[in-house]
């Protein structure tokens, strides 16, 4: 481990051997195939890129490279996932959310813990920490999976008796959280930067049902839309505790009242950014990462 004076000094001198804005951009990790067609190298997000000359995949299963001697200050590091997150190199430039904010964000009870400490429950659904406490009907999440899986709608005490002896819940870590009527569902992606938000793009989800849990391929339709001022800064209002860096997505409901009803946040990019309709927001969410891109403390 170099001492941080060295450390210091050598970043300056690998600066000067390497002026100028960062122009290349590693995406590491591997997801699905929507994601992977998004962001690989020939993708169409990087044609509108053109400060952007070089993009490569690395996969983040093989051991990542060492911080030092070699620090490059032209390269920007986007890790898709949680996972990849963690295992991110810290050799070169990147946003990202550090263990603190993945603790809170990647897990729901802990996210639901972190509202409560920070006096944010109020624009939460309620969270039921006992069984006996819930209100039907109720919606029962896994505390660590995402996009919709392990997510359902229980109408009684019995249908929730029966969930736990499914091979999904039996055993496993889970949140009950109050069921929020409407058919229509939001994301808000940002990227953010030491707690504030740099940039942000809004969709929409209409459900075929009020019963529907918003899913991959459940909705009816999707559109762009705008989020109030004031929602947006009770977003901030979550993010600023931890000073967040990184993209994130925030999901939603709204009450007839227009307030923002937080369900969760991801701290990661989302997954709507990858439909080609959204190549021109997907290009300004990865545009905000490379130009406030930094080397991880």
């Not at 929507?34 to 000359?53: E, F, K, Q, T």
């Not at 200050?73 to 898709?80: F, G, K, N, Q, Y």
């Not at 430039?93 to 990647?106: E, V």
């Not at 949140?175 to 009527?181: M, N, S």
Request: with cysteine; aromatic share 8%; glycine share 6%.
């Amino acid at each position: 481990m170099l001492p941080s004076i060295l450390k210091s000094s050598f970043w300056k001198v690998r600066n000067l051997l390497l002026p100028g804005a960062p122009d290349r951009v590693i995406v590491y990790g591997t997801h699905s195939s929507d994601w992977m067609n998004a962001l690989s190298p020939g993708a169409p997000v990087w044609s509108r890129m053109p400060c952007i000359r070089e993009v490569s995949l690395r996969d983040a299963g093989r051991n990542r490279p060492p911080r030092f001697p070699f620090i490059d200050s032209r390269t920007v590091v986007i890790p898709l996932l949680e996972h990849h997150i963690v295992r991110c190199p810290r050799n070169y430039l990147s946003l990202i959310p550090d263990s603190t904010a993945l603790l809170h964000f990647s897990d729901k009870a802990n996210f639901s813990t972190y509202a409560e400490r920070h006096g944010l429950s109020a624009h939460c659904p309620a969270h039921y920490r006992r069984v006996m406490d819930a209100v039907f009907p109720c919606v029962i999440k896994r505390a660590e999976l995402n996009g919709g899986v392990g997510v359902a709608l229980v109408n009684s005490y019995e249908e929730l008796q029966a969930l736990f002896g499914q091979e999904m819940w039996n055993g496993k870590k889970f949140i009950l959280q109050a069921f929020v009527p409407g058919t229509t569902e939001y994301v808000t992606h940002c990227v953010c930067k030491d707690g504030k938000i740099l940039w942000h793009w809004s969709m929409e989800y209409e459900l075929p049902s009020a019963e529907t849990m918003k899913a991959a391929g459940k909705h009816k339709s999707t559109r762009p839309c705008s989020i109030s001022a004031r929602n947006l800064a009770i977003i901030e209002k979550f993010l600023a505790p931890i000073a967040y860096s990184g993209p994130c997505n925030v999901d939603y409901k709204l009450t007839e009242e227009g307030d923002i009803l937080v369900m969760e946040i991801n701290p990661r990019l989302g997954g709507s950014l990858m439909f080609p309709l959204h190549v021109d927001a997907l290009k300004e969410a990865l545009t905000c990462i490379v130009e406030n891109a930094r080397l991880p403390a």
